[in-house]
């Protein structure tokens, strides 16, 4: 979605559009990390205004995504819904300041320097900020067994049992006194 900047008004104007990030599963494809699966379009809600040269959103965007359990790879789907904010001041803003460490209150900002603004960057990196850092088919997903490969939600190990590391057996000889 585009906006023109003279279409913005100062009192806050709410919209609801479909966002098309199915080009992100190209990204993620081409990629050495395939583990999330995008949908065609999401549902966003969004509400902005100006105040002077600085524009202010805020809104939220959900819809079914899949992923890839990072624990027994199993594929899975899951609802994301997130909320987000984010506010964007004249390019001109950043040159103002001279080099340094950036405040708390600069944080949110983007910048923008053309007579439109494009919203599908900023919906899209809201998109993978929401993301799962390591996505889980469930909370107990216990995984895939390091000898066999077996999945442990599923079935059980056949594997011997592990004597344990070798190199700590001594400590086995070990009487303690109770």
Wanted: charged share 25%.
């Amino acid at each position: 979605m585009k906006l023109s900047l003279d279409d913005i008004p100062q009192s806050p104007k709410a919209v609801r559009f479909s966002e098309k990030v199915e080009d992100l599963n190209e990204i993620y494809r081409d990629g050495q990390i395939r583990e999330f699966q995008f949908p065609a379009f999401m549902e966003v809600e969004l509400v902005y205004y100006r105040s002077g040269q600085d524009i202010f959103f805020r809104g939220s965007f959900g819809g079914v995504f899949g992923a890839d359990c990072s624990r027994c790879l199993k594929r899975y789907s899951f609802p994301l819904e997130k909320n987000f904010e984010w506010v964007l001041v004249p390019d001109s803003f950043q040159f103002d300041k001279k080099a340094g460490a950036i405040s708390h209150e600069e944080l949110g900002l983007s910048y923008y320097s053309a007579e439109e603004i494009n919203l599908t960057p900023l919906i899209r990196e809201q998109v993978l900020l929401g993301l799962p850092t390591r996505p889980l088919c469930e909370e107990n997903c216990r995984g895939l067994c390091g000898g066999c490969g077996a999945n442990l939600n599923d079935e059980a190990c056949v594997c011997t049992a592990s004597a344990g590391d070798p190199r700590m057996a001594i400590l086995q000889t070990l009487k303690i006194d109770h």
